[in-house]
């Protein structure tokens, strides 16, 4: 039963100078190792519930491989991780096109082998269609699906162009590793990345979301035809929900055009902005959102 949290996957990135919690499932007593060139740290703790959390001290040291290790009777797990800066991308289409698409995009994935970089891309299955996409009703505390990160060293062309060139350009200029979770997918509105509880305690809101189609009562969930996959609270509850408890040096957004259609449109995408930087930031903390 022992597994970890889907973000602890071999050559994740974590967060330098920040709390290092670690969470995943077991069931009984749980050990955990943090190990790095000479350095070892060592907590426990009881699962409860079939969940477990343990929290390291804050790690600065950007340039050692770390061995995390996770003990719980006979059984374990061991991934590789590092220090760095970690950045969140979300947004729609212009958030997730591709580096392919990108002129001189194999001058950029040159770079991208030089650099010190992984990305965590929570996208559907390239074989998902907008209509059978099913978001999750409530908010998750683990991915739904497994993901794994991505670094330099492989053909980053089909991945977000613009989490990739920030990567690299971060990694050049700061001489750190430089981490990337990119949540973004094409045609999203930002509804998708509000919170329900955030969004219905707005009443004008939700009768501008009714009146244009784009409401989904929890009853309703998962019944919006080709709006599926942009239903409000959609993402929020898939991949934003999830990464409560990790650390990010910033947010990058990229979405618009789902709400430019006239002035009322983006009436309301300005107050759904205002909600979704104050829900990242009851999550994540007052960081930077760009």
């Not at 955990?32 to 600065?60: H, Q, R, Y």
Request: charge should be negative; aromatic fraction near 12%.
């Amino acid at each position: 039963m022992l597994n970890l949290h889907g973000y602890f996957r071999d050559g994740a990135i974590l967060q330098r100078g920040k709390p290092l919690n670690v969470s995943g499932y077991a069931d009984g007593k749980v050990t955990c190792f943090l190990k790095g060139d000479e350095v070892c740290f060592e907590a426990s703790s009881e699962a409860k519930s079939g969940i477990f959390e343990i929290t390291f001290p804050p790690v600065s040291n950007t340039e050692t491989l770390f061995r995390l290790e996770v003990y719980c009777g006979e059984e374990n797990v061991c991934v590789n991780i590092r220090f760095g800066d970690v950045y969140l991308t979300a947004g729609q289409s212009n958030m997730s096109y591709a580096l392919s698409a990108v002129e001189a995009y194999t001058d950029w994935n040159v770079r991208a082998e030089k650099a010190d970089i992984a990305i965590l891309d929570l996208r559907e299955p390239a074989d998902v269609i907008p209509e059978q996409v099913e978001r999750p009703v409530q908010p998750q505390r683990d991915f739904i699906r497994e993901y794994k990160w991505r670094t330099g060293k492989e053909d980053l062309s089909d991945l977000s162009a613009l989490s990739v060139m920030m990567a690299v350009l971060l990694s050049e200029n700061e001489k750190v590793p430089i981490g990337v979770v990119h949540t973004a997918m094409g045609g999203l509105s930002a509804e998708a990345y509000v919170s329900r509880q955030t969004a219905e305690a707005d009443t004008a809101l939700i009768a501008y979301l009714r009146k244009n189609g784009r409401y989904s009562a929890a009853e309703n969930y998962n019944q919006c035809g080709n709006r599926n996959f942009t239903q409000i609270s959609g993402v929020f509850n898939e991949k934003i929900s999830p990464l409560k408890g990790f650390a990010f040096k910033g947010i990058v957004w990229y979405l618009g055009e789902s709400s430019a259609y006239d002035f009322r449109c983006a009436k309301f995408f300005k107050k759904l902005m205002g909600m979704v930087i104050a829900d990242f930031s009851s999550i994540f903390g007052k960081i930077p959102f760009v």
